[in-house]
């Protein structure tokens, strides 16, 4: 069945560093992919999307790009901040838009100031 | 807009013992659904409605009852709690199922049993 796997955390990097939280995926047919933010205290948000082979998704200074070749889709930033601090989950959807959403087990990120 | 509630935010419980975790949302959204985190594991989905009087399975039903009398409120009933059914519950909602991505999140629930 489709999964999703996401490096294992925690992740603890000084401000300012470059992120990356890899994720791959196992899927049939053409999944749309995603990456949620779920900051202490809080609820999931969804902070980006890419729905097509070679798309980029893109907020609040992340990136992620879909991959097919190497089914992946690893957030990136380029310099990350104390308010980053959160724990963040991939996830993907089936071609339907209806279908269920399966998510990763996340990765908890700390910035140090 | 309070957006998606959920009471109580914290509960202790004994092996046997029922409870209702309550989830309201103001948004007028026909989709609603219950997910459990638990560690290393992500989010499951446990049940969803897709509007008033309607609900179905997810991937973790057993042990779980909901009803959906209304379109505001999505209550999730443990009929008689086990220790397996410690986790954090999230309830969320949106338009509809077609934006599932784009759920709306509730600050969960933290549920111990004992």
């Known amino acids: 069945g489709n999964s999703v796997t996401q490096m294992e955390g925690p992740v603890t990097l000084s401000e300012e560093a470059f992120l990356t939280i890899n994720c791959t995926y196992t899927a049939t047919g053409y999944p749309s992919l995603f990456w949620y933010v779920q900051y202490p205290g809080e609820g999931l948000q969804l902070l980006l999307k890419?729905?097509?082979?070679?798309d980029k998704g893109s907020n609040k200074g992340f990136e992620a790009t879909y991959r097919k070749e190497t089914t992946s889709f690893h957030l990136e930033k380029g310099s990350v901040q104390v308010s980053d601090s959160a724990v963040y989950f991939c996830?993907?959807?089936?071609?339907?838009?209806?279908?269920?959403?399966?998510f990763g087990s996340g990765t908890r990120l700390s910035i140090r100031p | 807009n309070a957006g998606v509630t959920q009471t109580p935010k914290f509960q202790v419980l004994k092996t046997g013992q029922s409870m209702t975790l309550q989830c309201a949302q103001d948004?007028?959204?026909?989709?609603m659904s219950w997910y459990r985190q638990d560690p290393g594991m992500g989010l499951r989905l446990i049940h969803y409605?897709?509007?008033?009087?309607?609900?179905d399975q997810g991937e973790v039903p057993n042990g779980y009852n909901v009803s959906r009398s209304t379109t505001e409120d999505f209550p999730l009933r443990l009929l008689s709690a086990a220790p397996s059914q410690t986790s954090v519950y999230f309830c969320?909602?949106?338009?509809?199922?077609?934006?599932?991505?784009?759920?709306?999140f509730g600050p969960g629930t933290r549920l111990l049993v004992l």
């Open positions: 890419a729905t097509k082979a070679d």
């Open positions: 996830a993907l959807s089936e071609g339907s838009s209806a279908s269920k959403i399966i």
């Open positions: 409605s897709v509007g008033a009087g309607i609900t």
């Open positions: 948004m007028n959204h026909e989709y």
């Open positions: 969320a909602s949106s338009y509809d199922r077609a934006y599932q991505e784009t759920q709306y």
